[in-house]
């Protein structure tokens, strides 16, 4: 009893624990996630240059399963919010204004979705293929299960 008391006491006054001082977020498109590194006192916009440096990068451009990007004005970041209005579930996505600071408005390890603008400037519906909690191929059952029984001789 006297051991709990002692860890009690002194567990109880350990100081809380420090936040990161910078962020990893994931942010997804079609089948590709990225992650992006920045510090907390980062905005959306320096967030949005990290984005495009790596959607411009000789990896992403030879890969035609997602729009080409110039700039960080034809796309948006966005965070999905489950939408149950009016009857309707589902996910809805709200775009990030870029001079937002990601403190307070982010969280560790957050998940943001790109929008990507089409040739008018309009925002396009987010494009996400989420994995399968199913393997794709399924193990077939052997064939000859269990023990045969002995051929006479």
């Known amino acids: 009893m006297h051991l709990f008391k002692y860890l009690h006491s002194k567990l109880g006054k350990m100081p809380p624990r420090a936040a990161p001082k910078a962020y990893q977020i994931l942010a997804k498109t079609h089948q590709v996630t990225i992650f992006l590194t920045v510090p907390q006192s980062a905005t959306i916009a320096l967030l949005k240059d990290e984005a495009l440096s790596a959607l411009t990068s000789r990896v992403a451009t030879e890969d035609d399963s997602f729009p080409h990007v110039q ?6 970041l966005a965070r999905a919010i489950k939408g149950k209005e009016k009857g309707r579930s589902g996910v809805i996505y709200e775009a990030l204004e870029a001079d937002k600071a990601i403190r307070g408005l982010l969280t560790n390890w957050e998940v943001l979705y ?40």
């Open 114 to 153: 790109f929008q990507f603008r089409d040739e008018d400037g309009n925002l396009t519906p987010v494009e996400v293929s989420q994995p399968s909690l199913l393997d794709d191929e399924e193990e077939e059952p052997p064939v000859n299960k269990g023990k045969r029984k002995a051929l006479p001789e």
């Open 71 to 76: 700039s960080t004005s034809d796309f948006e």
